[in-house]
């Protein structure tokens, strides 16, 4: 996958608003002064918008009802080094016409880089020599991107230096180089500053590779709440280079391989079948290319896994990054996971929570005859092949209740809650889950998996510091 694009239209119902708006007027620009028309556009000089105004008299004056499209066009482009001063991407990927770039390059060229304090140990000589070589302005701002501290005074931090700094608020943009912590904080900084400055996202996890890197969600920490406060504002581009996984500890690759398997089970029956075969290989490997497949000869499993982790993933956010609609297959492992991993926090990573809900879940779909026993084992069986927890002490009966309760309450009355129902796809459940079913789900969970409690190996390795 070189590049996808994506859009969303969010607001274009003008085709679909009631004649109870009132009368239509369209908006057309002459002379660059902006008036509304009745009726089609006739000036045939002027400059026409897609928004529409719509005015009704009422008793008590007037009303106006705007329908105005939002567009937003994203990249997200794989590519190898990165970080080579050679490789233009990293300057010029964000933009996809040849002439605009050519008038960006005739100017002065200046980059704000955040990035990972951990990341900057490892990378930020080769990110220094590297905008060294291209001549470029610029300042790199190392921060401690980490789930603890995933809050507003980070984003105000980002702010006040980039206000310092100076960028121009709309061929400037921010690039943010870390975990998923880091890119969501960026994402939220750039959203805030000048009320949308653009943004690059560099992801340096497996995680935030197939996940937080491509979406359009950004946000931070706030009153306990995982991700309480935050934005939808895609990146411009996300610029995905998996040779950063080479100095990740395994405990991080098996917490981006728990996303990579939500999307499996979701959707995609022969990506699990992968992971089912060949995880415990991917995860040591750190999913780098294989030394006897070549670029000309058939896509290798670490590649593949990426790729349709990556494609399933923008198949369920591209038609709906505002979520407008509250049904979404990427909620799975999301229903249970932010509470436990807050309540316990630093103890567990992303998606080693994301994987205990799961784990939870799938016994859930078994015991309302979802999934046949068989089916059961084999998906339990992967996670502990990708060294996932998949039982935790502190995920308890009344935790479970307590969040099914809040996501019931916070889902416009609705439950919808994905489940798998079979390997491969799934179902979102409206309807709150019977009593007896969650109980004795939990019960059988408990009884077979509690000797797995955690699974997370303590190797000594940073973990929490790459910040998802």
Known sequence: MNMLETQSSRNMISSKTSSSHGTEFNLVQVNGTWIRQAGPCQEKDGKSSDAKIYEKKLDQGASWTVVSPIIFTYRVIQCKDLLDPMNDTLLWGHIGDEDIQASEKAKPVKRFIVIDKTVHQLYGSKVSQYFDARGVIYKILPLPTTEENKNMELVTKILEEVHQFGIDRRSEPIIALGGGVCLDVVGLAASLYRRRTPYIRVPTTLLSY???????????????????????????????????????????????????????????????????????????????????????????????SMRIAIETMLEELAPNLWEDDLDRLVDFGHLISPELEMRVLPALLHGEAVNIDMSLMVYVAHQKGLLTKKEKDRIIQCMLGLELPVWHQDCSLALVQKSLEERLKHSAGSLRMPLPTGLGRAEIFHDMIEDDIICQAFHNWTEELSGFDGGVKDTGEPSTHWGR
């Open 210 to 304: 197939v996940d937080a890197s491509v979406g359009a969600k950004t946000g931070v920490n706030f009153a306990g709440g995982k991700n309480k406060l935050g934005s939808y504002v895609p990146p411009v581009a996300t610029f995905l280079d998996s040779s950063f996984f080479q100095t990740l500890p395994l405990r991080q690759i098996s917490n981006g391989l728990a996303e990579m398997l939500k999307m499996a089970l979701m959707k995609h029956r022969s990506l699990f079948e992968l992971l089912e075969s060949n995880g415990k290989k991917l995860l040591h490997a750190k999913l780098q290319p294989s030394e006897t497949c070549s670029d000309s000869e058939q896509e290798d499993s670490a590649a593949a």
